[in-house]
């Protein structure tokens, strides 16, 4: 009998919360399996004599118990307050932080590795004019880049051919903010504009009909390819890895001329060729090229005497090869499977 109070006192000084209280409770005095019924039940086979001062003994154990449960248990109640009340004893719980998407952290990244040399970051308007994000940047009313199937008009304001309305759309690209900046701006300039950018898309592994670009513009007097050429070679190296290697391959687009599509040593294989690059060893990583003169011209700059580039970059591309996600849909499905393997 008193193995069993030293073992209850023992358990009651380890029992810390009301829970544990009554555990206590149930493995002790409970009705079927607690301890002290066993032993009750064991007087039975006791000498007639002992019986009846083993039962008052075993009774008084059983009192004993449940006192001091009763006053642990009030105890704990008096510290917790009244019911609803904090309970300031108790240790705090960590609250559940959110995690950085990743598109973000990779639009952060390319800021600071920008705005480290210099260039100013600055957002636009997701719903913009045909003007800004076409005929100034030299893509006519004809052009095929001005599409419907491509450009997602809003207010049903699909441009009637000769004229009428102005069409409002959901910009294509942020190319439009060279313009809306040189036009309250003069050189020196040197700007990347980051955001949303809407193309009527179906949606597969590689295209999703809202993404994020980056927009660059450098604008002065006496700019050259070769400053595109070092400044991306820069930037992309800063990105990817230090053994990227950097590649301009011709190309064509309205707003610059020459104008260049550059690409860097694939990510996944560093060249020797595999699945993803379609074993080229390269991957296509934006699009750039000197400002052509017309926009220039659409600014009121005077053509003849200053020179820039300008550059546009998907930031959900770069994500998908440096984090190796491998459906860019995934990062506009509010996935946790996802999204938690980013840091808070
Ligand atoms: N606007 C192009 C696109 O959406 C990317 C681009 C290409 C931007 C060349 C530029 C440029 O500024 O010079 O694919």
């Known amino acids: ?88 004893t108790l240790p705090g719980r960590a609250p559940a932080l959110g995690h950085r998407h990743p ?24 719903a913009e004019d045909d003007y800004h994000n076409f005929e100034a940047l030299n893509m006519p009313a004809a052009h095929p880049a001005r599409d419907m199937q491509d450009t997602l008009y809003l207010d049903g304001s699909i441009p009637a051919p000769g004229g009428g309305r102005p069409a409002t759309l959901l910009r294509t690209h942020t190319s439009g903010m060279q313009i809306r900046y040189m036009e309250t701006h003069e050189p020196p300039i040197r700007i990347i504009a ?73 990510v996944f294989c560093h060249g020797d060729g595999c699945a993803v690059c379609k074993q080229t060893g390269w991957i296509e990583i934006l699009g750039a090229g000197m400002v052509h003169p017309a926009v220039f011209e659409a600014v009121g700059y005077d053509a003849e005497r200053f020179s820039g580039w300008a550059f546009g970059i998907g930031i959900d591309r770069v994500a998908l090869l440096k984090y190796r996600v491998d459906d860019i849909r995934r990062f506009y499905g509010n ?10």
């Open 335 to 344: 996935d946790l499977h996802l999204l938690e393997q980013f840091p808070s």
């Open 1 to 88: 009998m008193s193995a069993l109070r030293e073992a209850f006192c023992a358990d009651l000084e380890r029992a810390a919360s009301t829970r544990d209280l009554q555990d206590l409770r149930d493995r002790y005095l409970g009705r079927k399996r607690g301890r002290l019924v066993a032993l009750l039940k064991t007087l039975a086979g006791a000498p007639p004599e002992r019986r009846r001062a083993l039962g008052q003994a075993a009774n008084a154990l059983k009192q004993e118990i449940e006192g001091e449960l009763t006053a642990r248990r009030e105890a704990a109640e008096k510290r917790r307050g009244p019911a609803g009340a904090v309970d300031a």
């Open 103 to 126: 598109l973000s952290l990779v639009r952060e990244e390319m800021e600071s590795i920008f705005s480290a040399i210099g260039f100013e970051i600055l957002e636009g308007p997701e």
């Open 194 to 266: 980051p955001g949303l950018v809407y193309r009527r898309d179906t949606p597969d592994l590689t295209h999703s009909p809202m993404f994020q670009q980056v927009e660059g513009l450098l604008v002065g007097e006496t700019v050259t390819m070769g400053d595109l050429k070092g400044t991306l070679e820069h930037f992309l190296r800063a990105l990817f890895d230090d053994d990227t290697r950097v590649e301009f391959r011709p190309s064509f687009f309205p707003y610059t001329e020459p104008s260049t599509e550059v690409f860097i040593t694939c």
